[in-house]
């Protein structure tokens, strides 16, 4: 139960799939195979298919997936059609909900009907929300922060508060806390962190980048707590926290963190400006890029500079290729690959010339606005 918990709170933070350039109708096709593996495989490259009018018939063929006797594939269909941001499959997601009893499904279908904005389902929240699994209750929630309203917000209060015992790793509440960061007011704060502080949440991650988020989002003099966060050992709250602090005006205190000693707060730094687009510290990460004493800021800065379209990180991403630590050549492949569309592992010469075609793609379609 405790790992469909995760996967559901997870699945707020996946990235898409990246579109093969297989062609259309053999991805529809494969979505027809009788290999649930083949099937699945359809499902997500569909879903990078992204805004191409063509897409439209993708949409239609993963509406008819979300019926399929496999409940990955279910799984898959939904998060394809959410990453299409098909509007148009709301009905079908929502009858999906009304029939659908597999619990590691459930929580898909949940995020889908926030994700796609499906308005006047908010029964079906409220059911959900008292579900005896734990990642059915905070995919509710989550879905309950997208969609907003008041009666959704006391549900998502209530849940905060009466969530207990059986909420031991945090899960539902930091889906709760993380839904008032969307739809909450600033009297929120202070439930949150009563009950983040009575509850034992500080010795969860997911429940202090929750709160990270919530103070962003709710205090109206964030900084000091934000910087404080900043400085927590785990990454993914620091991450959160330097997000928070350029979200919310403080990108020049932010950018004097690039000169932290800690190599983690730096590291958490250039996540923060990189997801808080604070273009003038694009210098000062082109430096250390080259130059800082730790191969994970470095990394982080080229990852930085590279969504930024920097010129300068092309290279410096293909170099990440030759990397002996798999999980730099790896997501330096996987960020080429979401670029390109195309699929050629630690091939530098061949992701080159990819990186070639699609900058001289993008240049003409930048030009032609």
């Not at 459930?106 to 699994?133: C, K, N, Y």
């Not at 990642?135 to 509710?140: D, F, L, Q």
């Not at 994970?296 to 920097?310: K, P």
Request: overall charge positive; some cysteine; charged content about 20%.
């Amino acid at each position: 139960m405790k790992s469909l918990a995760f996967a559901a709170l997870a699945l707020l933070l996946l990235a898409g799939p990246v579109w093969a350039e297989d062609g259309l109708e053999a991805q529809l096709a494969q979505l027809a195979h009788k290999d649930p593996l083949q099937r699945l495989r359809a499902t997500n490259a569909l879903g990078a298919c992204g805004r191409r009018p063509a897409c439209a018939k993708a949409a239609r063929a993963l509406e008819r997936a979300l019926f399929d006797p496999v409940g990955a594939v279910r799984r898959g269909a939904l998060n394809a059609l959410v990453a299409l941001d098909a509007r148009g499959a709301a009905g079908a997601v929502v009858r999906l909900i009304q029939v659908e009893r597999d619990a590691s499904v459930l929580p898909a279908a949940l995020l889908a009907l926030g994700r796609l904005r499906v308005q006047g389902q908010s029964d079906i929240l409220v059911r959900h929300a008292a579900h005896p699994t734990i990642g059915v209750r905070a995919a509710a929630l989550a879905a309950a922060g997208d969609l907003g309203g008041a009666r959704l917000r006391r549900l998502v209060l209530n849940s905060l508060q009466l969530a207990g015992a059986e909420d031991e790793q945090w899960i539902v509440r930091s889906s709760a806390i993380l839904a008032l960061a969307k739809i909450g007011q600033a009297e929120d704060l202070g439930l949150i962190q009563r009950a983040f502080a009575q509850g034992g949440g500080k010795a969860f991650w997911m429940a202090r980048a929750a709160v990270a988020k919530a103070i962003a989002a709710l205090n109206p003099k964030p900084r000091a707590a934000l910087e404080r966060l900043l400085l927590d050992v785990d990454s993914r709250v620091a991450v959160t926290a330097a997000t928070g602090l350029a979200t919310t005006g403080h990108g020049a205190v932010l950018v004097t963190y690039l000169r932290d000693g800690r190599s983690a707060v730096r590291a958490a730094a250039v996540g923060g400006v990189r997801q808080g687009n604070v273009r003038t510290a694009t210098a000062r990460l082109r430096h250390m890029a080259r130059f800082d004493g730790s191969r994970e800021v470095r990394f982080a800065a080229a990852i930085a500079l590279f969504v930024w379209r920097d010129p300068t990180a092309d290279e410096m991403l293909l170099d990440a290729l030759r990397s002996n630590d798999p999980a730099i050549w790896g997501a330096a492949a996987a960020r080429l690959a979401r670029r390109t569309g195309q699929q050629h592992g630690r091939k530098v010469k061949a992701w080159r010339h990819a990186l070639a075609a699609e900058r001289t793609a993008h240049a003409q379609a930048e030009g032609a606005k």
